[in-house]
C-alpha cells in the first residue's frame, strides 16, 4: 500500500510537458478513428432551433459576427449551422461585423453556405454589410438610423442600390438578430444596447467560457437560446440534420473532457496524500 | 490547389507548431511565431479601421462628392486643402472628391473626431502628449454615458425581473426547465451570493452559516467557469488538430509532417547546444 501512495505523490507531481502530450494524443486519435458518441441537443440549443423554425420565408434576420480565427473552431461552426436553417427557410440574412476579422469569418460562411450550398443571390437573399469599428456605439447606431452607420455594404455598393435593404433603418426592423460572439464587443452589448431596448427577439452562439457571463441573459428571458462552444454547434447541427466540422470534432472533445477530469482526481488524490504524509511527519 | 494555397497551408502550420512549440519552453520558432502575430495582427486592425471607418465614414463625410462645380470662397479652399491631399495620397483622397453615400455637403460636424483624433495621436510627442487627455476624456466620457443606461436596463431591471422566479403553476421538479426546485435553488443562491458581498456586518454567528452557503454558489459557479475554460480551450486545439491533419496531406505536400520533423531536429540541436553552452 506504501509503495502504491509513493506511486501517487510522485505521479502527482509529473513533468507536465507529458500531460501535454497526453492530451494531444487523446484529442488527435478521436480525429483519425471517430467514436460516433451520441449528440442530445440541450434546451438552450431548442430553444434557438424553435425560434428560427417558426420564422416565415421572407422574414428578416440579423446575424453579426464578432469572432476572429483565434475561436474559429468554437464559433464558426455554429454560425455556419444557422445560416444553413435560416436559408433552408428562405429568410433574408443581413451580417454585420463589430471584429474586423469577423468580417472575412462571414465572407467564408457565407461563401460556403449562401453561395455554393443554397446558390441565393447577393442584395436579393443575404447582404454583408462589412465591419464598423466603434463596438456599442455602433450598435447604438444601428438601433437609431441603420443608414447612418452603413452607407454602403462590404463590396462597396451603396446600400440604396441594394434590393434587400428597402425598409431597413433600425434594428427594430428586423424579426430576428443573432450574435455569434467571442467576446467584446458581442453579445452583452447587442443585448443592452439592441435586444432590450427595440425587443427583437435574440439568440447568440459564444465560446464556452463565455456562456456563464451570458447564461444569466438567457435564464431571465432577455436572450432566447444560446449555442455554448462546439457542443452547442454539433447539438445545432444534430437539429438542423446536417452534420458538420462540430460534430466531428465532439469525439475527441468528450474523451479528452474524460481524460482531464481523470487528472484533476488524480491530482487531487496526490495532494490529499501527500498533505497527509507532510501531517504525519 | 494553387501555389498560394499551398505557401499558405506551410505557414499556418510552422506559425501553429511554432506557438505549441511553447508547451516545450521558451524557444526561437515561438518567438518568431509570436512577433509575426503581434505585428500582422496591428497592421491588419490598423488597416481595417483606416478603410472601414476612417476614409469612408470621417474623410468621406467631410469631402463628399460636390454636387456641380465648387462655389464660393471658402469651399474652394476646403477643396483645395482635399486636392493637396489627393496630391499626396491620391487612394485615400480620389479625385473630386470621396463618394461613399454620405450626400454631397460637407459634414462640418465631423472636424471635431478628426481634430481629437489627431490630440491623442500627439501623446507620442512629448511636448504636446497633454493635448491626448482631451481625446481621451471624451472618449471615456461618450463611454460612461453610453454605457450607464444600457446596464441599468438590462443588468440591473432585466436581471431583477429575471430573479423574480415563478413558484406557482410549474412542476415540482425538472431536469431541464423551470421548476419550483430549481426556483428555490436560484432564489437561496441570489440572496446568500448577495449577502456574501455585504461586507457592513461581520460574517459570524447566523448571518456567516448564511454567507458561507453564498460561498458555495459562487464556487459552483468558478467550477462551471473552470470546466466551460477547458472546453473551449479542447475545442480550439481541436480547431487545430483538425487543420495540422488536412494540410499533412497530399495536397499540401505533407507540410505538417515535414515542418513538424524539422522542427523537432532544430529544436533537439538548439536543446543540446545550449546544455553545452550552460555546462561550459
Not at chain 2, 9 to 21: E, Y
Not at chain 2, 34 to 54: N, P
Not at chain 2, 239 to 258: C, H, M, Q, V
Not at chain 2, 261 to 278: C, P, S
Request: hydrophobic letters at 45%.
Amino acid at each position: 500500500m506504501e509503495k502504491f501512495l509513493d506511486f501517487i505523490v510522485r505521479a502527482g507531481s509529473l513533468d507536465r510537458r507529458y500531460i501535454f502530450v497526453v492530451i494531444a494524443f487523446v484529442v488527435i486519435m478521436p480525429l483519425f478513428y471517430p467514436l460516433g458518441l451520441p449528440i442530445r441537443p440541450t434546451v438552450s440549443s431548442k430553444t434557438i432551433y424553435d425560434t428560427v423554425e417558426q420564422l416565415e420565408a421572407g422574414n428578416k434576420a440579423l446575424v453579426s459576427f464578432e469572432y476572429g480565427p483565434s475561436t474559429k473552431p468554437e464559433i464558426h461552426p455554429m454560425a455556419v449551422a444557422l445560416l444553413r436553417h435560416l436559408f433552408e427557410k428562405d429568410v433574408k440574412v443581413y451580417v454585420t461585423c463589430l471584429w474586423p476579422d469577423g468580417q472575412f469569418m462571414a465572407m467564408e460562411a457565407l461563401a460556403q453556405v449562401a453561395e455554393n450550398q443554397y446558390h441565393k443571390e447577393y442584395g436579393v437573399d443575404y447582404v454583408l454589410l462589412g465591419f464598423r469599428p466603434g463596438n456599442e456605439a455602433v450598435i447604438k447606431g444601428l438601433v437609431s438610423n441603420f443608414r447612418k452607420v452603413y452607407t454602403v455594404d462590404a463590396r462597396g455598393n451603396f446600400l440604396d442600390d441594394i434590393p434587400m435593404m428597402d425598409g431597413i433603418n433600425q434594428v427594430g426592423d428586423f424579426d430576428y438578430l443573432f450574435s455569434a460572439s467571442a467576446g467584446y464587443p458581442g453579445t452583452v452589448e447587442w443585448v443592452q444596447y439592441a435586444a432590450d431596448p427595440t425587443g427583437v427577439t435574440m439568440g447568440t452562439g459564444t465560446t464556452s467560457i463565455q456562456v456563464n457571463e451570458v447564461m444569466p441573459y438567457v435564464q431571465s428571458g432577455q436572450i432566447k437560446g444560446i449555442l455554448g462552444g462546439m457542443p452547442g454547434a454539433a447539438e445545432y447541427e444534430k437539429l438542423i440534420g446536417q452534420p458538420g466540422i462540430g460534430t466531428s470534432g465532439m469525439d475527441a472533445q468528450s474523451v479528452a473532457h474524460i481524460v482531464i477530469v481523470g487528472f484533476i482526481i488524480f491530482g487531487n488524490i496526490s495532494f490529499f496524500v501527500e498533505r497527509r504524509r507532510a501531517k504525519k511527519y | 490547389m494553387n501555389g498560394s494555397e499551398i505557401f499558405g497551408a506551410w505557414v499556418a502550420v510552422f506559425l501553429t507548431l511554432g506557438i505549441f512549440s511553447y508547451l516545450y519552453k521558451d524557444n526561437p520558432f515561438y518567438k518568431i511565431a509570436e512577433h509575426i502575430f503581434v505585428g500582422v495582427s496591428a497592421g491588419y486592425w490598423m488597416s481595417m479601421f483606416f478603410w472601414t471607418q476612417i476614409q469612408p465614414n470621417l474623410f468621406g463625410r467631410l469631402w463628399p462628392v460636390p454636387e456641380g462645380a465648387i462655389s464660393g470662397f471658402f469651399m474652394r479652399i476646403w477643396y483645395g486643402i482635399y486636392d493637396i491631399f489627393g496630391f499626396v495620397l491620391p487612394r485615400v483622397f480620389p479625385d473630386g472628391g470621396i463618394d461613399k453615400g454620405h450626400g454631397s455637403d460637407p459634414h462640418f460636424l465631423y472636424l471635431l473626431p478628426f481634430i481629437l483624433g489627431i490630440m491623442m495621436l500627439l501623446s507620442v510627442v512629448s511636448k504636446w502628449s497633454w493635448m491626448a487627455r482631451l481625446g481621451i476624456a471624451y472618449t471615456v466620457g461618450m463611454a460612461a454615458g453610453l454605457r450607464a443606461y444600457a446596464f441599468l436596463n438590462s443588468n440591473v431591471l432585466g436581471q431583477l425581473k429575471g430573479s423574480a422566479v415563478s413558484f406557482v403553476n410549474i412542476p415540482w421538479f425538472s431536469l431541464t426547465d423551470a421548476s419550483i426546485f430549481n426556483n428555490i435553488i436560484i432564489l437561496i443562491g441570489t440572496i446568500t451570493g448577495l449577502l456574501y458581498f455585504y461586507f457592513s456586518k461581520e460574517h459570524t454567528g447566523h448571518f456567516g452559516k448564511v454567507t458561507r452557503v453564498g460561498i458555495y454558489f459562487l464556487m459552483i459557479s468558478f467550477g462551471a467557469s473552470f470546466g466551460f475554460a477547458v472546453m473551449g480551450r479542447i475545442s480550439l486545439l481541436i480547431g487545430r488538430f483538425t487543420d495540422l491533419i488536412s494540410y499533412g496531406g497530399e495536397n499540401y505536400n505533407y507540410a505538417s509532417l515535414w515542418v513538424l520533423l524539422v522542427m523537432i531536429v532544430l529544436l533537439t540541436v538548439w536543446t543540446i547546444k545550449g546544455d553545452k553552452d550552460t555546462a561550459s
